[in-house]
């Protein structure tokens, strides 16, 4: 290698730092990050990057050859209130970076730098893809109607993770992490008087019982080999204290690893709620949207990524599966790649907390190995 990553990363350590915080301090949500998408495009600029925008997402190329490796970093914060006291909290009330987005975007711009400044000894084309609305907005879909996997023959991700301790990288091939749905709906029934339950149709304890039925589809219909989620997570009926209200309404979300198990979750529900409203007399409307596939990584990257891992003498350990999800899935689906992570979990500095937590942050001092792994990645896979 022409260059050392590792050491290269270190030099920029401080610049990763500050462009980290910077983030950190203006939070944007899913398809707002005007702000920081001009920063991440004005350093791009000056370092050389033909640069590609899809509304508030950048596709950035720099390099020429007959192999193409794309990175991807994403950008969007969430609606939390942070509760962190460091000089760096959010300045933007109601809006966080409370899942790491901010440290990815920073990890991607140093890497972008140190490719910028060594791209005479890269045999290739590298594609930056600094990316809008993963939280639930599906900003890798656009980025892809955009053209971001144009050309490309191999993608990899990162993501900081608060299960693995801090300054270990995280590889797995196979399933990662989960495909995702959302689910809403209403129990209909019949209104009335508090103390005259006989005269309606009380959609509270209807909806209870879906509820706990709700519960029976994995634990009950998926194979135990096999695994899914079904959680309720908000419901809403009533206002007053002595009247049965008309409608209960509920929603939550499903996770699951085969699309076989996705497709019985949605149809289970369906079923019990259709015939538990039936026996009460009840009626119900319900929507079901599948927001994110499973994130499945290639078994030929993933091997190539703890290659790249070893060369560099980093940390690294095979991550556990988690029933979160990523929009990464959708790149996967089109593009042999990877999806990896970097452990920021530091007990000392109490950064313990999980991710969309209020007081999540991550240790700002393993940032560089993310930036230099990336930088790796590229490299080798461009020989």
Known sequence: MGFDPVSEAKRIEKEIITWRRDFHMH??????????????????????YR???????????????????????DMDALPIQEENDVPYKSRVPGKMHACGHDAHTAMLL????????????????????????EEGGNGAVKMIEG????????????????????????????PFLAGAGIFGGEIIGKGGHGASPH??????PILAETVLAFQTIVSRNVDPIETGV??????KAGEAFNVIPERAEFKGTF??????????????MEEILDGITRAHGARYNLSIEELTLPTINDKEMAGFALKVAEKLRLRWREVRPTMGAEDFAFYLQKVPGAFLALGIRNEEKGII?????????VDEDVLYLGTAMEAALAFDFLR
């Open 27 to 48: 939070p944007e949500l899913k398809y707002q990050e005007e702000r920081t998408s001009g920063i991440v495009e004005e350093h791009l600029r000056e370092w050389g």
């Open 353 to 361: 907390y999980p991710h969309h937590h209020p007081k999540f942050d």
């Open 110 to 133: 140093g890497t972008a730098k140190i490719i910028s400044e060594h791209i005479d000894e890269f045999n290739g084309r590298v594609r930056l893809i600094f990316q809008p609305a």
């Open 255 to 268: 996770r699951f690893f085969k699309p076989e198990i996705g497709e019985l979750i949605k149809r289970r």
């Open 199 to 204: 005269e309606t149709i009380d959609p509270v």
């Open 147 to 174: 053209g971001a996997l144009e050309g490309v023959n191999a993608i990899f991700g990162f993501h900081v993770w608060m299960d693995l301790p801090s300054g270990v990288i995280g590889i797995r091939e196979g």
């Open 51 to 73: 640069i590609k925008r899809v509304g508030t997402g950048i596709i950035a190329d720099i390099g020429e050859g007959e192999k193409t490796i794309a990175l991807r970093a």
């Open 230 to 235: 079904v959680s309720v997570t908000a419901v």
